[in-house]
């Protein structure tokens, strides 16, 4: 059984399913642990997800993670029928979290095709721990409220044979799976899996559901259809049909003991006696209510979900497209030629193309909200384990990015928030002496900003200190001598630097001097940069520059020699066709052009990357004038060849390993099937600087 | 020339049943003949257009698109210290696969594919420090003529280590 039910499809739902429910859960838990209190809702929410996650961790086999949701599900059970008074909610957050984070492990295990070996004893322990110390702050020791399903249960072994109390009734079941679900007939052996918890004795129409073939037809039309003979009641049985995901709809008919389920469904269908004897109505309502705050259930029903892979690929099967679109319109072959027909169908086909590419170029933004969000559970673990009062603030959660980017600093960011929360952030004492209001404040804030997105991450602690700084770089021999002489930025920027790190002590969130160098690497790698201003004493604000999109870029391609190269368009300032006596050289041979009174450096693309032909005449070509981050150069090339929407690729990895060349961002493919290389405005000018 | 290719084509295609073990595609320079293992091999193709990268070293002629997908072209001439050669009708590329990274080949000409068995390759006699021997993994011996049988491995990673000595 293990080997039939372990292949890939359904191991990925699960970790897909699993994750986004532990996410969720871990949402709501930190909004309930602001709030001091543990309201109605979200225990039924925690319940019903640890319920899902325990069946459907039980299905795959993973029973380590089976038995943590399980017994936290116990817990929540016990909350929720009883509504214990005295909750000490700081505590159980920190068990919650325990197990969500024991799950996230295991999880990411198998993600990685390991298995799921995490020993969840001592983590048992301490929930059981709890709840009895619950029970008994609550006087309810003797209480009945225990889940009736043993702890340390095989969930592949139906059990529970002896639960045989009363006269054991039959019941029928027809459920209604959510209409975009999917996968009809793995929910239904969740179903049936989950069904044997109570019973062991119980048909099912279709009967094989995860063999034959049409089943999942069959349950989308007709619905699951269960006779179940047990001796609970119709509500018991209800509410646990409630607890399973995807279920839109129950319907439960008592049948006479006598009455067989037909083995065709039609014949099933037109018997008399088994027609609903319940509005439909009431009952959907009761379920949409039950179902309203667990999770916005209609959203996700309109959405569904999409490998990344898939999307990468359809991004460059567009992004060809807009090649080929280049290659048939502008076609050499009909250069001259008088087409009316040709080009109004030219012009629908570029039209097509760009809306098809802007649609793929938004399905692939992703707002940062659910990154930011993550923020919230690692300031809340710090504030707590250094006992520092710490508020996070988020604005512009709703900012979008490209998935790709969202992935890159993820990381980059979980290191920022820590270090200002963990270095930044003093303890409220500290705080008070200094005239500071007793909580600290992270700010991070995301906003457009032209083609780049800005995150900025302000706290209001302590600040970054200049002499500490040097001294440590000192020390480290990062900097030499010339340290008097850096300015703030440069003196700030240093803690970028490999091996690099300012706190004394190692603590377990950060001071292990790995963080900031990796966070400044990650943020390159997407073309992104880091700006740090601090005031001592007052706070830090770390600002990350982020491209909207790595893929798709507005170019202005340009000749030198034989090679193409191409501008991002948001760098040129103008261009125009130079005068040889307007050109003049400094004694370091520099040469320079002076613009409305303006003097402003030249650099030859053809004598920077050595190009073995073009024109070396300066009034044989023109020049562009970029403008960079620090400074506007003049760059000189042979002619500008047109503006174009170019597909940024990567260079190859085999060039890439070789060398990273400065000043190149990548390259791209031409309407004619030729390559440009894609100029990086800023490393180029900074290499010119370099050089001199 | 097309035909020429196609005849490859259909060369690889045949073989695609069979195992492609000890099956080498052998070209050659100057005198030599080389052997490259096939299941490195993903296709050949004639000499394209290729679009120079600066500060890259002379024998990375370049990047070039292989439909679509961009690729590198190193010429095996300048690779292995032999003098330069103007490319014509017969030059072609080799594109190799190995571990991921894709790399074009340029080769004077590709002659054909043969089967060698292990035990008629023999290893390289440790003779004298020429640039081209630490890609030469043996000495094929096919009939009375010998191939050179290279290390494909060793043909694109070495550059790594080349250029870490180079900055030391």
């Known amino acids: ?692 | 020339m097309a035909e020429e290719f196609d005849e490859f084509d259909e060369l690889e295609l045949a073989e695609d049943d069979e195992t492609e073990e000890g099956k080498y595609l052998t070209f050659n320079l100057d005198n030599e003949a080389y052997g490259l293992e096939i299941i490195y091999v993903t296709e050949i193709i004639g000499i394209q257009k290729i679009t120079e990268v600066p500060e890259l070293p002379e024998y990375v002629k370049g990047i070039m698109s292989l439909r679509g997908q961009i690729i590198p072209v190193v010429d095996v001439r300048l690779r292995f210290g032999k003098p330069d050669r103007e490319y014509d009708e017969r030059t072609c590329v080799i594109v190799v696969e190995i571990s991921d990274i894709t790399v074009g080949l340029i080769v004077d000409g590709v002659a054909e594919v043969v089967a060698i068995p292990e035990e008629e390759i023999v290893a390289h006699p440790d003779l004298d420090e020429t640039d081209s021997r630490q890609f030469v993994r043996g000495i094929g011996k096919v009939g009375t003529a010998v191939k050179l049988i290279l290390d494909c491995q060793k043909l694109l990673e070495d550059d790594e280590m080349e250029n870490h000595n180079q900055e030391v």
């Open chain 1, 1 to 692: 059984m293990a080997e039939q039910y372990m292949n890939d499809p359904m191991q990925e739902v699960f970790i897909f399913e699993t994750s986004q429910q532990l996410e969720q859960m871990e949402q709501s838990v930190i909004k309930t642990e602001a709030l001091g209190s543990y309201p109605s809702d979200t225990i039924n929410e925690i319940f019903r997800i640890m319920h899902t996650i325990k069946s459907s961790a039980a299905m795959m086999l993973i029973n380590n993670m089976s038995v943590v949701a399980h017994t936290t599900e116990d817990m929540f059970y016990f909350m929720r029928e009883e509504k214990p008074e005295l909750i000490d909610v700081s505590t159980l957050s920190d068990l919650v979290f325990e197990g969500i984070d024991f799950m996230k492990m295991e999880l990411q295990k198998i993600k990685n095709g390991a298995e799921a070996d995490g020993n969840p004893e001592t983590l048992i322990e301490k929930i059981k721990e709890h709840l009895k110390i619950l029970k008994e702050n609550n006087n309810l020791t003797n209480s009945q409220a225990v889940n009736n399903e043993p702890v340390a249960e095989k969930y592949y072994i139906s059990s529970n044979k002896a639960a045989k109390i009363s006269e054991p009734k039959t019941y029928q079941v027809i459920l209604q799976f959510e209409a975009d679900c999917g996968m009809e007939n793995i929910r239904a052996f969740t179903v049936v899996h989950n069904l044997k918890e109570i019973t062991d004795s119980f048909k099912s129409i279709p009967e094989d559901v995860i063999n034959d073939p049409d089943c999942v037809e069959t349950i989308k039309r007709d619905g699951f259809i269960l006779q179940i003979d047990t001796p609970k009641s119709k509500d018991k049985l209800e509410a646990f049909f409630h607890t399973m995901a995807f279920i839109d709809q129950i319907e439960i008919v008592e049948l006479d003991k006598t009455m067989e389920i037909q083995e065709e469904i039609c014949g099933l269908l037109s018997e008399d006696t088994i027609i609903v004897p319940q509005p439909r109505e009431s009952l959907r309502a009761c379920v949409t209510n039950k179902e309203a705050p667990v999770s916005s259930g209609s959203q996700s029903q309109s959405m569904i979900s999409v490998s990344v892979e898939k999307l990468d690929k359809l991004m460059n099967l567009v992004g060809e497209m807009v090649i080929s679109e280049a290659m048939v319109t502008q076609n050499p072959d009909l250069k001259g030629l008088v087409l009316d027909n040709f080009s109004k169908s030219a012009r629908q086909l570029k039209k097509i193309t760009n809306e098809l590419q802007d649609m793929v170029m938004s399905i692939r933004m992703v707002p940062l909200g659910p990154t930011f969000f993550k923020m919230n559970r690692i300031v809340r673990d710090i504030s707590k384990k250094l006992e520092k009062e710490i508020n996070l603030e988020i604005l512009g959660e709703e900012t979008e990015v490209d998935k790709n980017i969202i992935e890159q600093i993820g990381d980059p960011l979980m290191h920022i928030v820590r270090n200002s929360a963990d270095h930044g952030i003093e303890t409220a004492e500290t705080r008070i002496r200094q005239g500071k209001p007793r909580a600290g404040t992270i700010t991070l804030e995301a906003k457009n900003a032209g083609g780049e997105v800005l995150i900025i991450i302000r706290d209001d602690g302590k600040g970054l200190s200049r002499d500490g700084i040097l001294e440590k770089a000192l020390e480290n021999g990062l900097v030499g001598d010339e340290a008097a002489n850096m300015t703030d930025t440069e003196v700030f920027n240093l803690i970028f630097l490999p091996g690099f790190s300012t706190k004394e002590a190692v603590t377990e969130f950060s001071g292990r001097g790995v963080g900031m160098d990796v966070v400044a690497k990650n943020i390159e790698a997407v073309g992104g940069n880091i700006l740090v201003e601090s005031v001592e004493g007052q706070g830090t604000t770390i600002t990350l520059k982020i491209p909207l999109t790595l893929a798709i870029i507005e170019g202005m391609n340009i000749r030198v020699g034989e090679t193409c190269y191409t501008l991002p368009i948001m760098a040129i300032k103008e261009s125009f066709i130079p005068k040889a006596q307007e050109v003049f050289r400094d004694t370091d041979q520099n040469e320079m052009i002076m613009i409305r009174g303006q003097c402003y450096p030249i650099m030859r693309l053809k004598e920077h990357y050595k190009v073995k032909t073009g024109a070396t005449e300066i009034e044989d070509g023109i020049l562009i004038m970029l403008e960079g981050e620090t400074k506007t150069t003049c760059l000189f090339a042979d002619e500008l060849l047109g503006e174009q929407q170019v597909v940024v690729k990567t260079l190859p990895k085999y060039i890439q390993r070789m060398k990273k060349i400065d000043g190149l961002a990548g390259c791209t493919l031409l309407g004619d099937g030729n390559i440009s290389l894609i100029l990086d405005v800023n490393g180029l000018i900074a290499q010119k600087r370099l050089k001199n």
